[in-house]
């Protein structure tokens, strides 16, 4: 059974930072590309961050330099680490397995002004 279980949320300030971190059981973690997306009330979820299997990421440019995806196979977990948080960055966050098709159930992050 897949479980992805994110973690790390939570009220900040702006210009603040956070960590989330995603805990993938039941998938061969090491092999897998794995991605952040994040949806805002009212707007459509967006890829916020992606890394493949060999460390290659990727990023939504409005957090291109703010944020950084990375992973820890020994640990089977995937981090965003988020600084410089703006108030827009507030949404709550997935992590997401591409290949299956697999989500975590969320983690609210908000940026207060």
């Known amino acids: 059974q897949v479980q992805l279980v994110e973690s790390g949320g939570g009220l900040v300030q702006a210009g603040g930072s956070l960590r989330l971190s995603c805990a993938a059981s039941?998938?061969?973690?090491?092999?897998?590309?794995m991605a952040w997306y994040r949806q805002a009330p009212g707007k459509q979820r967006e890829l916020v961050a992606g890394i493949t299997s060999g460390g290659s990421t990727n990023y939504l440019d409005s957090v291109r330099g703010r944020f950084t995806i990375s992973r820890d196979n020994a640990k089977n977990t995937v981090y965003l680490q988020m600084n410089s948080l703006k108030p827009e960055d507030t949404a709550v966050y997935y992590c997401?397995?591409?290949?299956?098709?697999?989500w975590g159930q969320g983690t609210q992050v908000t940026v207060s002004s």
């Open positions: 039941g998938i061969s973690f090491s092999s897998n590309s």
């Open positions: 997401y397995v591409p290949y299956n098709n697999y």
